[in-house]
């Protein structure tokens, strides 16, 4: 996972994963470990989130992580990682969360970032890897999919590894052909990038 590439514009896609493309969990890197959510993690949870410029403020993080909180806590504390290292140090965090993309809610892949001292160290992919493997023992018959943005290129290029490909239909507020364009217009800045 990569920080947030701001000099690009903006631009929502989304990616699906079929049920069953995740064969295994990809384990944690040695020195790191996986801790159950607490409050003592907010602060960290807010920084974390603000590192990698998935919000503006930690004013904005604290917000949304309080009404995810407020929601459904228990849900919450079932379904995010909060990946530590051997100081305590929150280092990476993801989890699954009801998105609002389409008519009815489905379980997205949902805030995932490492903090930048933390990255290159194989945490997005095991997060990923161990989200994807819980989602396939959910009874549901949608795919398991993520919403993320053209500036962040690097954390598409990690998607497309695990097998996530781009989603080309129509959900709210987006026909087909803008799906289309929006990846076709990603794809792009996927080459400049490579």
């Known amino acids: 996972?990569?920080?947030?590439?701001?000099?690009?514009?903006?631009?929502?896609?989304?990616?699906?994963?079929?049920?069953?493309?995740?064969?295994?969990?990809?384990?944690?890197?040695?020195?790191f470990h996986y801790e159950k959510y607490t409050d003592d993690l907010f602060d960290a949870w807010c920084s974390l989130q603000t590192g990698v410029k998935l919000f503006e403020t930690k004013e904005q993080a604290a917000g949304k992580l309080k009404e995810m909180l407020a929601e459904d806590r228990a849900f919450f504390e079932a379904n995010f990682l909060f990946v530590m290292d051997e100081k305590g140090n929150l280092a990476a965090s993801a989890g699954l969360w009801p998105g609002r993309d389409f008519d009815e809610p489905r379980l997205r892949i949902h805030y995932v970032a490492t903090d930048p001292s933390f990255q290159h160290n194989g945490l997005a992919r095991s997060m990923l890897t161990k989200l994807a493997v819980k989602y396939d023992t959910l009874k549901t018959k949608y795919p398991l999919y993520l919403a993320t943005q053209a500036q962040s290129y690097g954390a598409i290029r990690l998607y497309a590894s695990i097998g996530f490909t781009p989603y080309l239909g129509a959900y709210k507020g987006h026909t087909q052909e803008q799906s289309e364009q929006d990846w076709e217009e990603t794809t792009k800045i996927l080459r400049e990038h490579a």
């Open 1 to 31: 996972m990569t920080t947030v590439d701001l000099s690009i514009p903006y631009r929502k896609v989304l990616m699906v994963l079929p049920k069953k493309r995740v064969g295994s969990e990809h384990k944690l890197k040695e020195g």
